[in-house]
């Protein structure tokens, strides 16, 4: 069981090795380490099979459940490699235990924390090579887990992969960390209360991207989500939290099932607190925020994430209607967040939250 948790290792040979690529045009997701992580999970035996491996195909029978039901469930966080070659990831406990949190709602089995970030520092220390060190780029890290029991009953699947793979990225949106321009959906939803969006589960992307094909069609990077029962109240945009400041207040919607918890926006909350910003989790309706747009109290929005990082908001569309947020540039908050959330990971700045783990 956990305890006894060994991970073997199969190295990938150093002549069969992947050419790395560029670092000033990695995309995001696009390129794929050598090794990876991979473990089992049965009723039996608990988490077994621990190992390090070649990066590639892995066994699936068609019938596996998560094929078709969807028990699927991710996390995202990122390592850095420093100018002294030291490796660190940022708040990595944080993301296990997240998904803890989502394992428990899609009835599927917790992953033991401390053997997983043991496992992925070695992974880690074997593909330090891999981690980009360009301006704007880290090392994207992606554990997933998946329901691979064949069976086609409704019900938890009996038998579990959890694996990580890596992949070296830079910005998540074509815009890099300029503006983006904003669908704000006022007929689709994400997530209800009671229902899984909190929880990082494949469905709940799945769900997105016919809204974000809309999206696309309008000259918008991303949705904007309102509460699914009176499509009034901001909830997320699906790929990061949202924040406005408004009257030098910083707003966040809160915490309140249909959300995702973010590890960036818990940063962004206890750093801007730090700052002396007045910040809030508190509910905010799409009105409130265009009464202060049309005001001039609506002094700029952003999204966080672990892909986004920080990703200024330059214009919303809204019932066919653009609204421009702050001329349309970058917020003086949101670039002073981006800039010092990139300076803790790299270790230019002083880490008094102390976020960064290093590996080894
Ligand atoms: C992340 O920020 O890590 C995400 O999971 C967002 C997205 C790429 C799905």
């Not at 596996?64 to 969807?70: K, P, S, T, V």
């Not at 296990?96 to 899609?106: I, T």
């Not at 818990?266 to 607190?273: E, M, N």
Request: hydrophobic share 35%.
């Amino acid at each position: 069981m956990w305890e006894d948790l060994e991970v073997t290792l199969e190295k990938v040979d150093e002549g069969q090795r992947k050419e790395k690529p560029s670092q000033d045009n990695l995309g995001f997701g696009v390129h794929f380490t050598d090794h990876m992580f991979l473990m089992k999970w049965d009723r039996e035996k608990g988490w077994h099979d621990a190992e390090i491996r070649p990066y590639g195909d892995f066994h699936l029978d068609p019938a596996a459940m998560l094929l078709h039901y969807g028990q699927a469930i991710f996390e995202g966080l990122k390592a850095y490699r420093r100018d002294d070659g030291q490796v660190f990831l940022f708040r990595p406990a944080d993301n296990l235990e997240r998904m803890n949190v989502s394992a428990q709602r899609m009835c599927m089995p917790r992953i033991p924390v401390d053997k997983v970030l043991k496992s992925l520092k070695a992974l880690l220390y074997l593909e330090k090579e891999w981690i980009p060190m360009a301006e704007g780029t880290a090392l994207y890290i992606r554990p997933t887990m998946i329901g691979v029991e064949p069976f086609l009953g409704v019900r938890p699947s009996g038998e579990y992969y959890f694996y990580i793979i890596l992949s070296p990225v830079g910005a998540y949106y074509k815009e890099g960390c300029r503006p983006t321009k904003i669908y704000v959906s006022d007929e689709y939803v994400r997530a209800v209360k009671g229902g899984v969006g909190y929880v990082k589960t494949s469905g709940n992307y799945a769900a997105s991207l016919y809204t974000s094909e809309i999206a696309k069609k309008a000259g918008c990077t991303q949705v904007l989500w309102l509460d699914a029962c009176e499509h009034k109240y901001i909830e997320e945009v699906g790929t990061s939290n949202i924040f406005f400041m408004i009257d030098d207040e910083l707003v966040t919607p809160p915490l309140e099932g249909s959300i995702l918890p973010g590890v960036t926006r818990d940063s962004v909350i206890k750093l801007t607190d730090s700052w002396g910003v007045n910040v809030s989790e508190r509910k905010i309706s799409i009105d409130e925020v265009l009464a202060a747009h049309e005001q001039g109290r609506l002094q700029e929005a952003f999204g966080s994430g672990t892909a986004a990082v920080i990703s200024p908001v330059g214009e919303l569309c809204y019932k066919e209607k653009n609204y421009l947020i702050n001329k349309g540039e970058t917020g003086e908050l949101s670039a002073r967040l981006f800039a010092e959330l990139q300076a803790i990971q790299k270790g230019e700045k002083e880490d008094s939250f102390k976020w960064t783990v290093r590996c080894g």
